[in-house]
């Protein structure tokens, strides 16, 4: 009987997710922004923007927002809220000065503490938006072109079977074309291939780009911290089904690099949250050691891997009085 031959660089991905790269992902410009308008009628779109000391970079953005998506001629975005997660800078001060409406984080459901991180933001988010559509956008990036939000909500408006849409985009690092992205290709990708094969068509799974119909949004978990767009990728998956999920190509993302030590933290709660969902179990030791080097030689510092996770938002009771009322 003759052995079954080793996987070759070049094979194939699986034929679904081969069908899925034909039919679910697209470039920006395959929907102009008259297309879209038209398509949009009552449906209405808000965008997040999760912020803390982004006060170099978040102002151009709502305010590129503002002029391109708000405007009389193209009222794309009904919605922008940038949520303060504890700025020590002038984030909110920027970013009400160019236009967006400014929450702080720890004013929405004050009946559970906040923690730090970005998917509490997000979770939280859906508590002061309104939008029928939510698209989330980070704060941190330069160049920023409003095809970041149409490209995303784009296909939420035209097809009725899309849920869930992510960007995809190139992400230099420094003057290195294509080589940011450090977490995803180390931790992120390779989980998602072994374990949710069906994911592996993602080109950017760990974007802070992406847009969702608020009816699943509120029925998905929230990771609190650097776990979400793992989390929810993953969750949107088994909800809704790989059909209902899509990217979008919106060209280039340029934004503020993290050092290795902050990736290693980032990479520990990907993983994590991977392993919660493999598993539904809890890690032995939710701590992270890593070295700096001291007057003394290396010395650890030790983190703690974010282990909380959000119930989804329609378990909330005050987020159930709201949609009553």
């Known amino acids: 009987m003759d052995r079954p031959s080793e996987p070759r660089d070049g094979d194939h991905v699986l034929e679904e997710v081969e069908r899925w790269l034909d039919r679910r992902s697209w470039s920006v410009a395959d929907r102009p922004l008259e297309r879209i308008l038209a398509a949009k009628r009552n449906t209405k779109v808000s965008v997040v923007l999760p912020a803390l000391n982004e006060e170099a970079t978040v102002g151009d ?28 800078d002038r984030t909110a001060e920027v970013a009400a000065a160019a236009g ?17 991180g970005k998917g509490e933001v997000l979770w939280r988010s859906l508590m002061v938006t309104t939008g029928d559509v939510v698209c989330f956008i980070d704060a941190d990036l330069r160049d920023f072109s409003a095809d970041f939000v149409s490209g995303i909500v784009g296909p939420l408006l035209t097809d009725p079977d899309v849920d869930f849409v992510k960007a995809m985009y190139d992400r230099p690092f420094g003057d290195t074309p294509g080589q940011g992205g450090r977490v995803t290709e180390l931790v992120a990708r390779p989980l998602l291939n072994l374990h949710w094969p069906q994911l592996a068509g993602f080109v950017q799974p760990l974007g802070g780009e992406y847009a969702a119909r608020r009816s699943l949004l509120e029925r998905l978990p929230f990771p609190v911290g650097y776990g979400v767009e793992l989390g929810l990728l993953v969750d949107a ?5 790989l059909d209902a999920l899509a990217q979008v190509d919106v060209g280039v993302r340029k934004h503020r690099h993290q050092d290795g030590l902050a990736l290693g933290r980032m990479a520990a709660a990907i993983y994590r949250t991977a392993q919660l969902r493999l598993s539904r179990g809890h890690l032995v030791r939710p701590r992270l050691t890593q070295f700096e080097r001291g007057e003394k030689g290396f010395e650890p510092r030790t983190h703690a891997v974010d282990t909380e996770e959000r119930p989804p938002m329609a378990e909330i009771v005050e987020y159930a009085r709201r949609r009553v009322a």
């Open 61 to 88: 953005i709502v305010a590129v927002i503002r002029r391109e998506l708000m405007s009389e001629a193209v009222p794309l975005v009904d919605e922008l809220v940038v949520i303060d997660s504890g700025s020590t």
């Open 100 to 116: 967006a409406r400014v929450v702080a984080r720890d004013a929405i459901l004050p009946r559970i503490p906040a923690v730090p």
């Open 237 to 241: 998956l088994h909800t809704v089904g």
